[in-house]
């Protein structure tokens, strides 16, 4: 009873009239579905006992990233020198990290620092350059993982402008599976493809092309089955065949390459730091010249040609074209025994 005689009433409604209609109010929590450009966030709100934010994101497939104002270690850092000067952070997946911390987060993350006040627990001190005077800069803690984002300040806040700018800025992030996917919308418009509306680390495809009557996917994912877990690209296609093979670059660590690329029997490949295992000679045999010269221009991580799939792994997020075009082609090859050529070499 004690605590929710505490509920401070102005300023949950104060945010309920911010957030508009789709709230709820439940004591200390609103609930709300806010609007971040075309993306509609499911969002609930703490006032009690410290101010917390929590943002649902789509699948991130084990991605954990956190960012908070002042703690400058340096070490990751995504290149950009204002904002790697004002916030630290922490992640398992550098690739990912910078990636999901486009231009539009981070310029809504760094719009997001305050002047401080005395009650305020995260701070760092700034010199105005022209007034010369030290202001003591504030902004609220973000942290990705077990798909939500949640925006926190460490303490009580009062002013409802300061929570409209966590929840707005939280959202900004949290949207940025939906800007991603609008980037690949072109992308897949130009292969003749189509793009999912939002993208989902380790969920369905993200852009779905069908070349010579075989559909091709695109997907994102972390996990490779070796427990070596960060951002990559996956390109499959359905497989109708016989046979089995393994092909993967050499370069690459076997921590780096998905499960079970290597086995099978070891087979000559005259394709620079390449490798080759296959099932049969039959099998091998898939790796035609033209198929080389797709590999070339594509350059996957691994290829492996399974019962009933062909998987094509890249590093990161593959979103050049000549690559993407050229990897679509080559899966949609080794997809059947025979079919004519496509992509650049059609």
């Known amino acids: 009873m004690l605590h929710h005689l505490t509920v401070d009433r102005q300023l949950i409604g104060a945010l309920a009239k911010e957030l508009g209609t789709t709230t709820k109010v439940e004591g200390d929590v609103l609930r709300a579905v806010v ?174 092309i069908t070349r010579s009557a075989i559909d091709v996917t695109v997907r994102m994912l972390r996990r490779n089955g070796r427990g070596d877990d960060r951002l990559r690209t996956v390109i499959s296609a359905p497989r109708v065949g016989d046979g089995r093979l393994g092909l993967w670059n050499d370069h690459w660590s076997k921590g780096d390459l998905p499960k079970n690329v290597d086995d099978g029997e070891k087979f000559p490949l005259e394709l620079g730091e390449y490798r080759l295992r296959a099932s049969s000679k039959e099998a091998a045999a898939k790796i035609d010249d033209l198929a080389k010269k797709l590999l070339a221009v594509a350059q996957p991580v691994a290829v492996v040609v399974d019962a009933d799939s062909v998987d094509l792994w890249f590093e990161g997020a593959l979103a050049a074209f000549d690559r993407l075009d050229t990897a679509v082609a080559l899966a949609a090859k080794l997809a059947v025994d025979a079919i004519a050529p496509q992509g650049p070499y059609r």
């Open 35 to 208: 609007q971040q450009g075309d993306a509609w966030l499911a969002t609930r709100i703490r006032t009690e006992p410290v101010a917390e934010v929590f943002v649902i994101t789509r699948p991130l497939d084990g991605f954990e990233l956190a960012i908070r104002w002042g703690d400058r270690w340096r070490d990751p850092d995504v290149g950009d020198v204002a904002f790697d000067t004002a916030f630290g952070l922490t992640t398992n997946d550098e690739p990912l990290m910078r990636a999901w911390l486009d231009d539009t987060s981070r310029a809504a993350l760094l719009a997001s620092a305050y002047a401080s006040q005395a009650d305020d627990t995260a701070y760092d001190h700034v010199i105005d350059q022209v007034t010369g005077r030290t202001a003591v800069m504030h902004a609220w803690s973000y942290e990705l993982g077990n798909d939500q984002l949640a925006a926190t300040k460490g303490s009580r806040e009062r002013r409802p402008d300061r929570y409209m700018t966590a929840i707005k800025t939280a959202c900004t992030v949290a949207a940025r599976s939906q800007r991603w996917a609008a980037e690949y919308a072109e992308v897949a418009r130009q292969l003749g493809g189509t793009a999912a509306p939002e993208v989902e680390i380790g969920g369905g495809p993200i852009m779905s």
